[in-house]
């Protein structure tokens, strides 16, 4: 008689232990996806992790207080919305070096629809996410159409926008923004129940629809998250976004008597919204589908009946039209733009954001997240550097090496991945 035969119990044990279901299953599972070179967004969470623990160390009275919690946020909101759009242009293998001036030409066109001829916020700020859509739209035509590299066509855009800028704004010149609806979006919290309302709401609604969708796929026959897998990040979600809610929602106001400062920031709304929204086009649609084949393989795309230059074009025109959304967050925060909006460090920043956080630089695989998650990472090596009263030069080292890793770490995943069957 045969062991399994003799001992069915012990047998029938021994496979639920270590079944792809249970919590061990699923730890060595992802031990063996990462070591096949799927790393993910693994770097940039651990990395995070360690910055925020470092600073804290240095800094707990300053790094770790709820002021400076809500002022990494706005300070990162920009070249996190930025670094979204970047992930789109970065799936297809490609690069837009116009990122940052498209963000400031954008904000340009919305402070004169707004300032200069007395516009509502409404058709000002369309008026901001349409001019950058009409340069994605230019710079995806010249790639896709004309074949030309979208290193050199961005590269263009990136000095004629500036031009544009200079003539639309003047040399030195700035157009405020005066718009209470446009300055909320970079400038005010929510109320305190509003901020709650949105944070259970947002862990209810991911609970359920990731619950269902797991089990309407196991009903069809196909793979879901098991149930444990499903409890962990739901539990993971609710406890991080709570906590943020509550640590917003302290007065962090220095001189409470006269300004209080408290609840979740406006931006966080927007940011959140984006993500989802982003999120559900790439992981829930047909053209998402086809945005991570295009990346893969273009030929064999092209072979599946992809139309890949329209891919392209409208990958191009989200990113550019993201971009226009950056600018008047970045705008609102200055209230006012300028023709240095949008310019400097912070299309190397957004770069920067999308490469840490996840989005590989060859193409086919990323996320919206990695935007969020990088440039967290980002936001927290400038924030803390600056208080550990750093100079710029040594900030602009430790980002560039950080950027440096981040870009080993995704061409020796993906060598991995290569001769581990995965890619």
Not at 4 to 11: G, I, K, Q, R, Y
Not at 88 to 94: D, K, M, N, Q, Y
Not at 357 to 378: E, M, N
Request: proline share 3%; hydrophobic share 55%; net charge positive.
């Amino acid at each position: 008689m045969s062991r399994a035969t003799a001992n069915p119990d012990l047998e029938d044990a021994r496979t639920d232990t270590a079944g792809p279901d249970t919590l061990s299953g699923l730890t060595r599972d992802y031990i063996a996806r990462v070591r096949g070179g799927d790393v993910g967004s693994l770097p940039a969470i651990l990395g995070l992790l360690v910055l925020v623990l470092v600073f804290s160390a240095l800094k707990p009275d300053t790094f770790t207080n709820s002021f400076n919690f809500a002022n990494l946020i706005n300070q990162s909101a920009g070249v996190m919305v930025i670094a979204m759009g970047l992930v789109f242009v970065l799936l297809l293998g490609e690069i837009d070096l116009s990122a940052g001036y498209t963000a400031g030409t954008a904000a340009a066109m919305t402070g004169i629809v707004m300032t200069r001829h007395e516009m509502g916020w409404f058709p000002s700020i369309l008026t901001g996410i349409a001019t950058g859509a009409v340069i994605g739209l230019f710079i995806g035509l010249v790639v896709a159409r004309l074949g030309v590299p979208s290193f050199v066509v961005t590269l263009a855009m990136f000095l004629g926008l500036q031009g544009v800028m200079l003539l639309a704004i003047g040399e030195g010149g700035t157009i405020p923004y005066r718009n209470e609806t446009v300055l909320a979006l970079m400038n005010k919290n929510l109320p305190l129940w509003l901020g709650w309302t949105l944070c259970l709401v947002g862990v209810l609604a991911y609970a359920l629809t990731t619950f269902l969708r797991a089990r309407n796929r196991r009903a069809a026959g196909l793979h879901g998250d098991p149930m444990v897998l499903w409890a962990i990040k739901s539990g993971v979600l609710a406890a991080a976004l709570i906590a943020a809610t509550a640590y917003l929602s302290v007065e962090r106001s220095r001189n409470p008597v006269a300004v209080s400062l408290k609840g979740v920031p406006v931006v966080v709304v927007v940011l959140a919204v984006l993500l989802i929204l982003l999120t559900f086009l790439l992981s829930r649609t047909a053209w998402g589908r086809h945005v991570y084949a295009v990346g893969g393989n273009a030929e064999a795309a092209r072979r599946a009946g992809i139309n890949v230059a329209r891919i392209k074009i409208s990958c191009f025109m989200l990113c550019s039209a993201l971009a226009g959304i950056a600018g008047l967050l970045i705008a609102s925060r200055d209230n006012s733009v300028s023709p240095a909006t949008g310019g400097s460090s912070t299309l190397l920043y957004a770069v920067g954001a999308a490469v840490i956080g996840g989005t590989s630089l060859f193409g086919g695989k990323g996320r919206p997240l990695d935007a969020v998650i990088g440039g967290l990472v980002v936001a927290v090596i400038n924030n803390g550097m600056l208080l550990l009263n750093q100079p710029a030069g040594r900030v602009y080292i430790v980002t560039g090496l950080v950027l440096l890793l981040a870009a080993s770490v995704d061409a020796i995943s993906r060598r991995r991945a290569v001769a581990s069957g995965r890619a």
